[in-house]
């Protein structure tokens, strides 16, 4: 009787379970279905506004790059460096895409505080992560409009010397007399000294030559008159300076200044160096150096 009940019950438990998952089944199946009827609703009815922000999107790709093409012309026709032009051209690109996608966000429905929220919120960890890096972007961008320099001009900054090879978004690079490339930030660049040797057509040679206190001041400097006469690299106009500038220990000192074209100036200077120097043992005029004279007095007793 007891084996009997108990059979009983367990098939009333089984199917009160089976009663009760049936409803749960098909109460999800109805919310799925429900749910993607959802989705496919709103996907239809937002999808002549995604087709346009997507038309929005690629007309606006297309206008960029005729912008751009209008921009890389404009580039062409200035005095534009080439790396500087081609950065130019690669930031205006940046900035209109992002404008581009902008308004097919806005298109969109999508806030534009959040659109903010988020390009800001970059721009300062890019900011953060890259301080030095925006420092030579910046320099970049003023040597860009000042124009202190070009490709090709003989420069001096912190002691380093030579001629521009390139001037790049972040480093400008030199090449120094003996053939060492030198790359230097440009945020270095816009804080330190610049002399340019190249901005002008012309540049002035400067020597000293000494001779000694016995010898004749006049015809020491008619000796250098006729070297420097005898140059055809050397201008007559600004007048060759000949002047006697100093007294030394043991000889006098006769400056030298005389005006040549830019690209002449080591060549004038190696010719007056070595030209002076075979005039002055021509005519017997000595170029002294230093000593010391000791004299040893005897003790007398």
């Given at each position: ?114 659109i903010v929220t988020v390009i800001g919120t970059a721009g300062i960890a890019i900011g953060l992560a890259l301080q030095n890096s925006l420092s030579n972007l910046a320099g970049g961008f003023i040597i ?137 043992d021509r005519n017997n005029i000595e170029i002294p150096y230093s000593q010391i004279d000791i004299h040893i007095k005897e003790n007398q007793e």
């Open positions: 009787m007891t084996e009997i009940l108990t059979s009983a019950l367990t098939e009333t438990a089984e199917t009160s379970t089976t009663e009760l998952q049936i409803p749960n089944v098909k109460e999800s199946v109805e919310n799925a279905s429900s749910l993607l009827t959802s989705i496919t609703d709103k996907f239809i009815s937002a999808l002549p506004v995604l087709a346009f922000a997507v038309t929005v999107f690629f007309l606006g790709i297309i206008l960029s790059k005729i912008l751009l093409k209008i921009t890389a012309k404009f580039v062409e026709r200035s005095n534009i460096e080439n790396t500087a032009g081609s950065f130019l051209i690669s930031l205006v690109r940046v900035i209109l895409y992002i404008l581009v996608a902008i308004i097919a966000l806005s298109i969109l429905n999508v806030p534009m505080t959040s860009l409009f000042s124009k202190p320099f070009k490709s090709g001009d003989l420069i001096e900054i912190d002691n380093s010397i030579g001629t521009v090879d390139s001037i790049g978004i972040l480093y400008t690079k030199i090449i120094t007399p003996d053939n060492k490339s030198i790359f230097i930030p440009n945020g270095k660049i816009t804080d330190a000294k610049i002399i340019n040797y190249s901005e002008t057509s012309t540049r002035r040679v400067d020597l000293v030559f000494d001779i000694a206190y016995g010898d004749s001041f006049e015809k020491a400097r008619n000796v250098i008159r006729n070297v420097v006469e005898s140059d055809s690299l050397i201008l007559s106009e600004p007048e060759p300076l000949i002047r006697m500038c100093s007294h030394k220990e043991s000889s006098v000192g006769i400056c030298v200044q005389v005006w040549t074209e830019n690209e002449n100036y080591w060549k004038v200077f190696y010719n007056l160096t070595e030209s002076v120097k075979l005039e002055f």
